[in-house]
T-cell receptor
């Protein structure tokens, strides 16, 4: 398996909802990432997990809560989001010595 | 902090012509430079990468050059086709990675006119 998968593809949520995004890879990669991408902008790093430990948090608001249950799975828990949080959320994975692979993303709309 | 500048922000070329996109990085420790192509509504896809121990790498119509002294690297696409139309992002990182951080350029929207 040479892919990063993400679910759901699309998500619409209200500002009081709680939802989760899921990412999975079976390439044996030990680093997993969450990025946020707004239209016409580059991916913006949110979190990095290295060997299942959080290694980078780019000062992301606490309404975003990452979780890495095991080396293949990465979740992003969402709570009390704002409309400006609407974006494409990309997961990626990599080995320490190799390129980063992106998942297809979750298109999130916050009403 | 580290940053990557990318130019131009938009580029229109006639089908069959060449396209060149340039990036400049600030962190002298960077040694890995990937290029991603992102079509509308899709994920960024790695199209070519280069490590700092080589100056040029080619894959069919795509090539990347690196000037470590000037901290520049460039993407060259020859014989452009309409399907090359997309947004291209350069990035810089340090591998083996301690921080796992990739710094992305701001993107170039390439339009290939038929």
């Amino acid at each position: 398996d040479t892919e990063v998968t993400q679910t759901p593809k699309h998500l619409v949520m209200g500002m009081t909802n709680k939802k989760s995004l899921k990412c999975e890879q079976h390439m044996g990669h030990r680093a997993m990432y969450w990025y946020k991408q707004k239209a016409k902008k580059p991916p913006e790093l949110m979190f990095v997990y290295s060997y299942e430990k959080l290694s980078i948090n780019e000062s992301v608001p606490s309404r975003f809560s990452p979780e890495c249950p095991n080396s293949s799975l990465l979740n992003l828990h969402l709570h009390a989001l704002q409309p400006e949080d609407s974006a494409l959320y990309l997961c990626a994975s990599s080995l320490p010595t190799n390129e980063q692979f992106f998942g297809p993303g979750t298109r999130l709309t916050v009403l | 902090g580290e940053n990557v500048e990318q130019h131009p922000s938009t580029l229109s070329v006639q089908e069959g012509d060449s396209a060149v996109i340039k990036c400049t990085y600030s962190d002298s420790a960077s040694n890995y430079f990937p290029w991603y192509k992102q079509e509308l509504g899709k994920r960024p896809q790695l199209i070519i990468d280069i490590r700092s121990n080589v100056g040029e790498k080619k894959d069919q119509r795509i090539a990347v050059t690196l000037n470590k002294t000037a901290k520049h690297f460039s993407l060259h696409i020859t014989e452009t086709q309409p399907e090359d139309s997309a947004v291209y992002f350069c990035a810089a990182s340090t591998l083996p990675s301690g921080t796992y951080k990739y710094i992305f350029g701001t993107g170039t929207r390439l339009k290939v006119l038929a």
